[in-house]
């Protein structure tokens, strides 16, 4: 079992910038895939960045690339997404989550464990 817990949410202005952090716990394994996914009310969760834990290849969804940078330090077993110029766009809940599937996962369904959310509201 794997444990995510996230946080660093909240409230900012548009154009301004949050860093999300995800701790992770429990049977990590070597490996994995930890990806960072979000879900704005009335909208499906949907694919924003992944990092290999070991090789730090990273993939983004277009619409963040140049604004969240997704990095990872493996000594404290957490992730960060740094979210910059944020946009109303970007206001939704925010879910880390660990892949154990080849190659860098962006799928809902290539990943095995979740955390619980943090919301990031973003206003104008």
């Not at 429990?26 to 009335?42: E, N, V």
């Not at 290999?52 to 277009?62: E, H, K, L, Q, S």
Request: overall charge positive; proline content about 2%.
């Amino acid at each position: 079992q794997v444990q995510l817990v996230e946080s660093g949410g909240g409230l900012v202005q548009a154009g301004g910038s949050l860093r999300l952090s995800c701790a992770a716990s429990g049977r990590i394994l070597s490996g994995p895939t930890m990806g960072w996914f979000r879900q704005a009310p009335g909208k499906e969760r949907e694919f924003v960045a992944a990092i290999r834990w070991i090789a730090g290849n990273t993939r983004y969804v277009d619409s963040v690339k140049g604004r969240f940078t997704i990095s990872r330090d493996n000594a404290k077993n957490t992730v960060y997404l740094q979210m910059n110029s944020l946009e109303l766009e970007d206001t939704a809940v925010y879910y880390c989550a660990a892949s154990y599937r080849n190659g860098v996962a962006t799928k809902m369904d290539e990943y095995l464990y979740w955390g619980q959310g943090t919301q990031v509201t973003v206003s104008s």
